[in-house]
């Protein structure tokens, strides 16, 4: 058939067809949102030279403006509100929100922080400006186990236990990165990868030596359940692990975490970690060496300068190749579509966050919420407290940390605006027919002279804000009043407090002293306690603290927080510090004598439990433990009871003392009861068999008991695990 057209007409089509061909090649995959993010990911490493390549895997990425890629600073902070990036809303430390055992509200916490630090984000951007500490990949949560209370990085940790460490954990995760299908809010970020908790002043040449049942059990178990819980990032810790670097551990980086756990995010370096492997570590040569060896095991991105200077090196001297340069960045470059950064921003769910959402009236009501939660009551001698207020005229507020800003904020700070030392907070909840007044009382050294102590003899009652502060806690060359790099010398309180407190009950012999403790961590409050009537462990609360601690103070809430750490008599009752056995170390391992065991917090009111119904008594591995509970409030004020299950393993060597596997915060009104259920899989008492290589659930007798510790038993169920 011939088909005769009409020139005219053929040249209105080529006009057409030949700008819809032009338009087509302008369509960059990695620009069409249509497509999937390996396949964006694939063409836009493919139109880069190896030179752009290897300029985006350090934390300082260079902008490749041909390809509309941008400058960014991958090193962002939130440990507990987006950090060193101006205002923001600034919650409680870590450990102090750990001891909420409310992960429902941790989750709250790190929705407000993704909120916020998306709000900067856009603001930045729109002046375009490409700043650390403003953008979206947070190096955040720390999910190392407190294994040793001289740790002076403890306090950023979720506490001592891997259950409660990775319920937590996952919550925070969650918040920060968002539920949105297509797009992370956030990244955040699991570290430090792996067996990292001290000592600070070695961390750079330290060898931590574990075997394989406490690596398993212990130092990994928190990983892996981020890692199952979608974690974008894990950022790969300083020390070695059985002689290897953790930035060069391929056994860590790639065989357990991306071939066994599944893992598709991106691992990060802590920050100069890469030139410790072969300056301090000395197990390579140098950085060319180190650069190959890192991407190798399975590092995407260096918080230093190694693989920007050095992988074009390596590549030509034959240790790498373009292909595993192609690895690494790929993995960085997923993250980032993730985030929304070559797409349209108008987009983005989260493009319309301003400064209306940063530290609004709602975000600082949960500082305050969080906050309440987390202060741990540890005495109320004849129930002194609540105090009512129209019993006391007047009030002396005193001590070290009373106004100070560093124990209100911690480390790894944000700053803000409105900041409630304990000074304002208990003026503020008072009338102004009541005299508040204020003194310093001591310093952190002077055990001689101090003041405030006969003004409190004319007051009512007495608040002593004593404790630590991150600067004698903290990170090595953060803390830089503590006298070993960041750590603690021993569990005590300085001098000058506890001389403090002594010369302070003189001069109030029958009046309150009500005692209130900052700090991170587990310190000597049997030295303090004959000379306070009730204390209170605040932690290192945020900016609400001081609001937080007047309304536990006047009885506005019960507290409800709990130790998420053992608070040891002494150091002796632990093993050396760079001992990374867990032999005799948390209440998991150690049930000799304690200031306070794990889980420990006292309430206002009173609870009883009972059962529901009796649970079966015979389980097979594949079972699920379910326990219906009756919380009742028993006491005179409505409260939270924080209810902990424990399991207590058959009698083999090696085998825990008792594991938390299971909590619940319930709220409980007066002469009410509350009903609660807890799910338990068997399969959550499995042990790694060091013979085997895997993971094991023993058959045998065990114990599920329910307390408000780890050493309060107020059910006891037996029960059979069989084969």
């Given amino acids: 058939m011939n088909i005769k057209i009409n020139s005219s007409l053929f040249i209105v089509i080529l006009l057409y067809i030949i700008p819809c061909a032009s338009h087509a090649q302008d369509k960059l995959i990695y620009k069409d949102t249509h497509q999937p993010i390996d396949l964006r990911v694939k063409d836009l490493v493919s139109r880069l030279t190896l030179e752009e390549k290897v300029s985006l895997l350090g934390y300082r990425s260079k902008a490749v403006e041909r390809l509309g890629i941008p400058a960014y600073n991958w090193w962002n902070e939130a440990l507990h509100g987006v950090a060193r990036a101006g205002e923001a809303t600034i919650f409680p430390q870590a450990i102090g929100m750990s001891a909420t055992f409310n992960p429902d509200l941790l989750k709250q916490v790190s929705t407000v922080i993704s909120t916020e630090a998306r709000a900067k984000y856009n603001l930045a951007i729109a002046k375009d400006r490409h700043l650390q500490y403003m953008g979206l990949t947070f190096w955040t949560p720390n999910i190392n186990i407190f294994r040793d209370p001289r740790w002076g990085r403890g306090q950023e940790t979720y506490g001592e236990d891997p259950f409660l460490t990775a319920t937590m954990g996952t919550a925070f995760v969650k918040g920060l990165q968002g539920d949105d299908p297509h797009y992370l809010k956030t990244s955040a970020t699991a570290k430090h990868f792996a067996v990292h908790s001290g000592p600070e002043a070695t961390r750079d040449y330290f060898d931590a030596i574990v075997d394989e049942k406490d690596l398993r059990e212990t130092y990994l178990y928190a990983f892996h359940a981020l890692v199952t819980n979608g974690v974008e990032s894990v950022m790969s810790a300083y020390n070695r692990v059985n002689g290897t670097p953790n930035s060069i551990n391929k056994v860590l980086l790639t065989d357990i975490l991306r071939k066994e756990w599944g893992f598709k995010g991106h691992v990060v370096t802590d920050c100069g970690a890469l030139d410790d492997v072969y300056s301090t570590h000395k197990s390579l040569p140098g950085p060319i060496e180190v650069a190959a060896a890192a991407i190798k095991a399975g590092v995407d991105l260096d918080c230093s300068t190694i693989l920007q200077n050095d992988a074009i090196k390596a590549i030509k001297q034959g240790l790498l190749t373009e292909k595993d340069i192609d690895g690494a960045l790929s993995a960085l470059l997923r993250t980032e579509f993730k985030l929304g950064f070559y797409d349209d921003a108008t987009l983005n769910p989260y493009y319309s966050y301003r400064a209306d959402s940063i530290h609004n009236t709602a975000h600082i009501t949960l500082a305050r919420k969080i906050a309440q939660q987390s202060m741990v009551l540890l005495k109320n001698d004849n129930n002194v407290l609540p105090l009512k207020k129209s019993n006391y005229s007047s009030i002396m507020v005193l001590g070290p940390n009373a106004a100070a800003f560093d124990p209100m904020v911690a480390n790894y700070h944000g700053v803000s605006s409105k900041v409630v030392n304990f000074v304002e907070g208990i003026t503020a909840a008072v009338d102004p027919s009541t005299r508040v007044e204020y003194d ?207 399991i207590e393993y058959p009698q083999i060597d090696r085998m825990p003392v008792k594991e938390l596997k299971s909590f619940k915060r319930v709220s409980v009104s007066v002469g009410n009861s509350q009903s609660t259920t807890f799910h338990i899989p068997v399969s959550e008492s499995q042990k790694w068999d060091i013979k085997t290589h895997r993971w094991k659930v023993y058959p045998g007798n065990y114990k599920l008991i329910l307390g408000s510790n780890s050493r309060d038993e107020k059910v006891i169920l037996p029960f059979i695990v069989s084969k």
């Fill in 440 to 646: 310093q009382g001591s310093d952190y050294k002077d055990t001689i002279h101090f003041g405030g102590t006969w003004a409190a003899g004319n007051a009512d009652v007495t608040i002593a804000v004593i404790g630590l502060s991150p600067v004698l806690e903290g990170e090595a060359g953060d803390a830089f009043l503590s006298e070993t790099g960041g750590d603690k010398k021993n569990l005590s309180l300085p001098a000058s407090e506890i001389a403090f407190m002594k010369e302070l009950r003189k001069s109030v012999p029958h009046k309150p002293v009500i005692a209130v403790v900052t700090a991170g961590s587990d310190v000597d409050i049997d030295a303090i306690a004959p000379y306070a009537d009730a204390i209170i462990l605040a932690w290192y609360p945020g900016e609400q603290g001081g609001n937080a601690l007047a309304d536990i103070v006047f009885g506005d809430i019960s507290p409800s927080g709990h130790l998420p750490v053992t608070f040891y008599k002494a150091l002796s009752n632990v093993p050396d510090y760079k001992d990374y056995s867990m032999k005799g170390r948390t209440y998991r391992y150690y049930d000799g004598p304690v200031q306070y065991p794990f889980g420990f917090g006292l309430s206002y009111t009173s609870f009883d439990y009972s059962l529901s119904s009796q649970p079966k008594n015979k389980y097979k591995i594949t079972d699920t433990i379910s326990v219906n509970l009756q919380v009742k409030n028993t006491g005179k004020m409505d409260g939270d009871d924080v209810v902990q299950a424990y």
